[in-house]
């Protein structure tokens, strides 16, 4: 009998636990299906599948999932990359916009959780701690590291002076190619060392698309390195909010390694005023968009940053407005696609049935240009690029702006015109062209040919007389030849660009040319290319820039020149670094930073103009006047006696 019983008592245990694990499934599923229904899937993925904190005497990370089934498959889906069908089709979360709006963030749940073990966040708590942060990449980073601070120090914790002061040190680091991923495991070498003898609860942590691409493997023991981690914190560039709380964490259970790199389709940033801790309160950057559906087959970013998502056009206003009101005379609009922004209010107007609002002059509807295509759909309605660009100049006429990173495609006619009708907009375009060979940009999936590229530069150049360009170029990338490699130099001479980034391919997993091509230019091959694409550059920039010598240039005055102190510098609207002395030749007025003043070019170079400030301005006043003030320029380079100024009239007496 005893025995039957003892049989009977271990089936009911069997059965209960089963029970147990199928209810909690169940409930899960369950869950999970209605979200999605009513439109609250991204928050409750995030309190599911986001990574947290889990520390073991054992060592273990975030993605140290206990063993079994359901644990096992949460595992697979945190860590799984979305599928490209995937990456198109999600659509965005109204719940998580909701709650942005209103500043509440869904708590991400401890990875890798027993069922019972309870999904209770850590609190972001009042701290005299410190923390620094460095930034490495492009200037969306540097936009990002400010977000960074204003989180941090609405968390308690001190901005430190140098990064050997600070408990916490972030590297805000970038992986569009190898060598910059180098750097900063370079700099983490250097820094675990260091934190190792002083302090060994300091935390060290990735940020941004380093972090994004690697994830786990960041925080992975380094044989070379003595089997140390050399870094404790993996935030991906989507999870600045929960910084606060993951740093807690690790430093409330020392020896224990955070991780949340999971991407949102909502995030923005918008309700977050940047601390702007090193910035001069002359110049600022404005986020207005984050991610690409471009999917360039060369281009890592579409999977660091997610898709495309833009900011809503009022709080875009609102920041140029506050901004402008601090003092601030320039202003960089700044996106992984930045001309792409489309801000779809609500429904888009397909959904809706309405039709799309156009602006003043009717001309905000999305038109294609001729020999550009995207591989992605295009949304209908919604607040385009042109109507943004708009809004922001007449915020303050006295405020330049500038804008970047553009994509060719996306440089419609109505763009052109409104940069045309400001005088605000600084005439210096980023153009990035890649290659100069319609096959190789096939390869690239850019979605332009050479000849519709051409037509842009065309067109942009007889409606901007006076337009700086810019570009980007890619050298060896995958089955370029010595003749395409020859389209590019050609392209070079064909459009006479005045500045340009200019790089060897260097390969990312994960990009389609991963799974479509082999790179197979062999890198000797890529540096030799490289260094005829650069020094190809060099002679026509250096050509272009000599017609700027005698011209008059409205210069925004930075501050005293690093190399002299008795000399100035500001940059010009045409992007150019420009030295002058202090004081304006015609009115002897003192220059500060802050001002305007027009330049006249005596000497040029690829980099950097010198002149003489003839005098303080505005900008409205150049505007209207840069006529006048060539011919006074002229003037004063033409041979004569003696000039007598008479400062409060315009003309010049001999």
């Known amino acids: 009998d005893w025995l039957v019983e003892l049989r009977c008592l271990e089936i009911y245990a069997i059965f209960w636990i089963l029970n147990r694990c199928v209810l909690a499934m169940l409930l899960r599923k369950a869950t999970v299906a ?117 989180v941090m120090t609405g968390a308690g914790y001190q901005m430190a002076p140098t990064v050997d002061a600070a408990d916490v040190v972030l590297l805000n680091t970038c992986a569009i190619r190898d060598k910059a991923e180098s750097k900063v495991w370079d700099r983490l070498r250097t820094l675990r060392p260091r934190y190792s003898r002083r302090n060994t609860t300091r935390v060290v ?98 999977f660091t940053r997610g898709r495309e998502r833009s900011r809503p056009i009022e709080s875009i206003l609102d920041e140029v407005r506050t901004l402008s009101q601090q003092g601030y005379k320039e202003i960089t609009l700044l996106g992984q696609n930045v001309n792409s922004y489309n801000y779809l209010p609500g429904q888009t107007a397909a959904e809706s049935g309405e039709s799309p609002s156009p602006g003043a002059d009717g001309v905000w509807a999305y038109e294609p240009r001729d020999g550009f295509r995207s591989i992605v759909r295009i949304p209908e309605g919604g607040v385009r690029f042109p109507q943004l660009l708009d809004a922001v100049a007449r915020v303050d006429p006295e405020m330049r702006i500038r804008f970047t990173s553009p994509h060719p495609r996306d440089f419609g006619r109505d763009t052109i015109a409104v940069i045309k009708r400001h005088p605000n907009i600084c005439k210096s375009l980023h153009v990035p062209a890649q290659s100069g060979s319609t096959s190789v940009l096939e390869r690239m999936r850019r979605g332009y040919t050479r000849e519709a590229y051409l037509a842009l530069i065309a067109d942009i150049k007889a409606e901007l007389p006076g337009v700086s360009l810019s570009s980007d170029f890619i050298s060896g990338f995958c089955g370029e030849t010595d003749a395409e490699h020859a389209e590019t130099l050609s392209l070079l001479h064909a459009v006479g660009f005045e500045q340009a980034f200019m790089f060897a391919y260097s390969m990312r997993d994960k990009t389609h040319a991963t799974h479509k091509y082999s790179d197979d230019v062999p890198q000797q091959v890529k540096l030799s290319r490289l260094r005829d694409v650069i020094e190809t550059y060099g002679a026509v920039a250096g050509r272009v820039s000599q017609r700027d010598v005698g011209r008059v240039h409205l210069v925004l005055v930075e501050g005293p020149s690093k190399r002299s102190p008795d000399e100035l510098t500001g940059r010009s609207d045409t992007n150019k670094m420009a030295v002058f002395p202090p004081r304006g030749l015609l009115d002897s007025a003192a220059l500060a930073p802050g001002d305007y003043a027009v330049v006249r070019i005596d000497e040029a170079s690829t980099a950097s103009f010198r002149g003489v400030a003839l005098q303080k301005t505005t900008l409205a006043e150049f505007s209207q006047r840069s006529s006048e003030f060539q011919r006074l320029a002229d003037q004063l380079a033409a041979p004569a006696h003696e000039l007598v100024f008479q400062r409060t009239s315009w003309n010049v007496a001999l």
Do not use: W
């Open 205 to 302: 942590g990735v940020l941004g698309c380093m972090a994004e691409r690697l994830k786990e493997r960041l925080l992975e023991t380094v044989p070379g390195e003595g089997h140390r981690r050399l870094a404790d914190l993996v935030v991906g560039p989507d999870a600045y909010r929960d910084l606060p709380r993951l740093v807690s964490a690790i430093t409330a259970s020392p020896g224990g390694t955070a991780r949340n790199t999971q991407l949102s389709l909502e995030e923005t940033y918008a309700d977050i005023a940047p601390v702007r801790a090193n910035s001069t309160g002359i110049s600022a950057f404005v986020s207005i968009q984050r991610g690409c559906n471009n999917l360039c087959s060369y281009c890592i970013v579409p």
């Open 34 to 150: 209605v979200c999605k229904r009513t439109g609250l899937d991204s928050s409750i993925q995030s309190l599911l599948l986001t990574t947290s904190v889990r520390h073991s005497s054992t060592g273990a990370t975030p993605g140290d999932a206990p063993h079994g089934p359901t644990s096992e498959r949460l595992r697979r889906l945190r860590e799984s990359d979305a599928s490209l069908k995937e990456f198109l089709a999600a659509g965005p979360s109204s719940a998580a916009s909701s709650a942005a709006a209103v500043g509440e963030v869904p708590q991400p749940a401890a990875a890798g959780f027993d069922d019972d073990e309870l999904l209770v966040p850590l609190e972001a708590r009042t701290t005299s701690k410190s923390f620094f942060v460095e930034t490495y990449g492009c200037q969306m980073n540097v936009s990002d590291s400010e977000i960074v601070m204003s």
